[in-house]
């Protein structure tokens, strides 16, 4: 793992210095920016508390502010960004790895407005994967670096693919219930990343879903965010909160999102101000999709590293 970490590095960083001056100089010309998508992880601490509705709702409220957005399923063990818009897709990353389609071939145009790429659990193949391979598969990658914004629907949990993703993102959102059992693992991970992240400015989000209203919810964002300031010295950020309504489940039945089946219920328009708010809260300077992937396969080697030496 070191070894494939350690080339992985290496590549992105010859595909950065390769880049030149040139290039950047031909984009100022283009008078477009080149490679500043806004990253955005959507986590959790355990499955079922609403991590992939709020992945996929989210990124229709950010298509109807005039964003290009990209939604990538990461969750290795059990992708179903496809399943809750009712969608088959052909292909997924495996088929890229396996140099059979690239991005461009398997990205999918929903009729909301968004895109998708499934079947992240290709992810896993990299380890099997040659330098040259590799390389390949990073270049594919980097050519959604055109969307706005990529959000990254992570597997539950605490997984070391998880955690790189939530270090690598520009913005990585933790979504937790009300329910003691969703708080106290929304907690551990938080946890587990002041632990393992320490030295990174991570610009964790809290959301808390299924609440009755704002009191509830703030009374569980405070917990956590007094928590984690007084024992960990990790700042996380209350993003807002989303009702508990009755037209999510009924969505989900029906296999669309929420806030295209009843835009104006409560949740739809909770999220609606969720993105509101990060649309005007944009990072310093978004480093973009290219950046992000050096930033994920460096903090790959890290956590290869500090398990050889333990």
């Given at each position: 793992?070191?070894?494939?970490?350690?080339?992985?590095?290496?590549?992105?960083?010859?595909?950065?210095?390769?880049?030149?001056?040139?290039?950047?100089?031909?984009?100022?010309?283009?008078?477009?920016?080149?490679?500043?998508?806004?990253?955005?992880?959507?986590?959790?601490?355990?499955?079922?508390?609403?991590?992939?509705?709020?992945?996929?709702?989210?990124?229709?409220?950010?298509?109807?502010?005039?964003?290009?957005?990209?939604?990538?399923?990461?969750?290795?063990?059990?992708?179903?960004?496809?399943?809750?818009?009712?969608?088959?897709?052909?292909?997924?990353?495996?088929?890229?790895?396996?140099?059979?389609?690239?991005?461009?071939?398997?990205?999918?145009?929903?009729?909301?407005?968004?895109s998708?790429?499934?079947?992240?659990s290709?992810?896993?193949?990299?380890?099997n994967?040659?330098?040259?391979?590799r390389?390949?598969?990073?270049?594919?990658?980097?050519?959604?670096?055109?969307?706005?914004?990529?959000?990254?629907?992570?597997?539950?949990?605490?997984?070391?693919?998880?955690?790189?993703?939530?270090?690598?993102?520009d913005?990585?959102?933790?979504?937790?219930?009300?329910?003691?059992?969703?708080?106290?693992?929304?907690?551990?991970?938080?946890?587990?990343?002041?632990t393992?992240?320490?030295?990174?400015?991570?610009?964790?989000?809290?959301?808390?879903?299924?609440?009755?209203?704002?009191?509830?919810?703030?009374?569980?964002?405070?917990?956590?965010?007094?928590?984690?300031?007084q024992?960990?010295?990790?700042?996380?950020d209350?993003?807002?909160?989303?009702?508990?309504?009755?037209?999510?489940?009924?969505?989900?039945?029906?296999?669309?999102?929420?806030?295209?089946?009843?835009?104006?219920?409560?949740?739809?328009?909770?999220?609606?101000?969720?993105v509101?708010?990060?649309?005007?809260?944009?990072?310093?300077?978004?480093?973009?999709?290219?950046?992000?992937?050096?930033?994920?396969?460096g903090?790959?080697?890290?956590?290869a590293?500090?398990?050889?030496?333990?």
């Open positions: 793992m070191e070894d494939q970490a350690e080339k992985l590095r290496e590549i992105m960083k010859r595909k950065k210095d390769g880049t030149g001056s040139s290039k950047s100089s031909s984009s100022s010309k283009a008078g477009k920016p080149s490679d500043k998508a806004r990253i955005i992880t959507v986590t959790s601490g355990k499955g079922g508390v609403g991590k992939t509705n709020l992945s996929v709702n989210m990124a229709i409220a950010f298509a109807r502010l005039g964003k290009k957005v990209v939604v990538m399923d990461a969750d290795l063990g059990l992708a179903n960004v496809n399943v809750m818009l009712n969608m088959i897709p052909k292909y997924n990353l495996y088929h890229v790895i396996k140099k059979q389609k690239t991005i461009r071939e398997i990205l999918v145009e929903t009729e909301y407005g968004i998708i790429v499934a079947g992240a290709g992810f896993s193949q990299i380890a994967m040659g330098e040259e391979d390389r390949d598969f990073i270049s594919e990658l980097d050519t959604l670096s055109n969307a706005d914004i990529i959000i990254i629907d992570t597997s539950a949990g605490v997984s070391s693919n998880v955690l790189d993703f939530i270090a690598a993102a913005d990585a959102v933790i979504i937790t219930t009300p329910e003691p059992t969703a708080i106290t693992d929304a907690y551990g991970i938080i946890k587990i990343i002041a393992e992240y320490d030295a990174l400015n991570m610009g964790l989000k809290l959301v808390v879903n299924r609440s009755k209203g704002a009191a509830q919810a703030k009374g569980v964002a405070d917990r956590m965010i007094n928590i984690a300031g024992f960990l010295n990790l700042k996380v209350y993003l807002g909160f989303i009702y508990d309504d009755s037209s999510v489940p009924q969505a989900v039945i029906r296999q669309k999102p929420f806030m295209v089946v009843d835009p104006k219920c409560k949740a739809s328009i909770c999220v609606q101000h969720i509101d708010r990060m649309d005007r809260n944009k990072p310093g300077e978004s480093s973009g999709f290219g950046a992000m992937l050096r930033r994920l396969f903090q790959s080697q890290d956590t590293n500090r398990g050889n030496s333990e």
